[in-house]
């Protein structure tokens, strides 16, 4: 099974400020099509998780864009470019490459 | 407005059975990947079995594997997780979540969430 860490495990931020989570996989992302299935998902409080990024930068849907994604093989990161009050929950990274599909165990973000 | 919504859930015995629905109002598409994730109160996000409508292959976590079933029912767009022999272990609130526009996006959707309580 691939593995997924995040650092830190909690970022206190002030707000308008930027923060930066990064992701670690125990293997390469790369699928066999060439293509990198990394997510990264916000969950906020009491709220079922959300889709932030895909393909490891892509944004979905409605997603504003002080949210951004990059990385590759193993190493990723999340950036949020000025963090608002909105942005408070638990960020997680997750993998689609291969089965079982696994998650990283979230990176919590709130306001100092 | 997409909306998955998820009923079934509630309080079991270990060794007994309940089944999770989810209702699935928003799909355009003809074929999906329909997913399960599970959160244990307090814990993380935890994978749980997916569905690709196209062929009908389902996958599911080794924890899982025997005990519980994914399917489909494409005449009432729901799909449901049939799960058997439950474990205090099983205990999360259940999340049904599907793909918008293939693998890349494939968690696209997402439910409120159900919560399964296996406790004796």
């Known amino acids: 099974d691939i593995v997924m860490t995040q650092t830190p495990l909690s970022s206190p931020v002030t707000l308008g400020q930027p923060a930066s989570i990064s992701c670690r996989s125990s293997q390469s992302l790369v699928h066999s099509n060439g293509n990198t299935y990394l997510n990264w998902l916000q969950q906020r409080p009491g709220q079922p998780p959300r889709l932030l990024i895909y393909r490891v930068s892509y944004r979905f849907s409605g997603v504003p864009d002080r949210f951004s994604g990059s990385g590759a093989g193993t190493d990723f990161t999340l950036k949020i470019s000025r963090v608002e009050a909105e942005d408070v929950g638990i960020y997680y990274c997750?993998?689609?490459?291969?089965?079982?599909?696994?998650f990283g165990p979230g990176t919590k973000v709130d306001i100092k | 407005e997409v909306q998955l919504v998820e009923s079934g859930g509630g309080l079991i015995q270990p060794g007994g059975s309940l089944r999770l629905s989810c209702a699935d109002s928003?799909?355009?598409?003809?074929?999906?990947?329909l997913i399960w994730v599970r959160q244990a109160p307090g814990k993380g996000l935890e994978w749980v079995s997916l569905l690709y409508t196209g062929n009908n292959n389902a996958h599911y976590i080794d924890s899982v594997k025997g005990r519980f079933t994914i399917s489909r029912d494409a005449s009432t767009n729901t799909f449901y997780l049939q799960m058997n022999s439950l474990r205090v272990e099983d205990t999360a609130i259940y999340y049904c979540?599907?793909?918008?526009?293939?693998?890349?996006?494939?968690?696209?959707?997402w439910g409120q969430g159900t919560l399964v309580t296996v406790s004796s």
């Open positions: 928003g799909s355009t598409v003809s074929n999906n990947y």
């Open positions: 979540t599907r793909d918008r526009g293939g693998w890349a996006a494939l968690v696209g959707d």
């Open positions: 997750m993998q689609a490459t291969q089965f079982p599909l696994t």
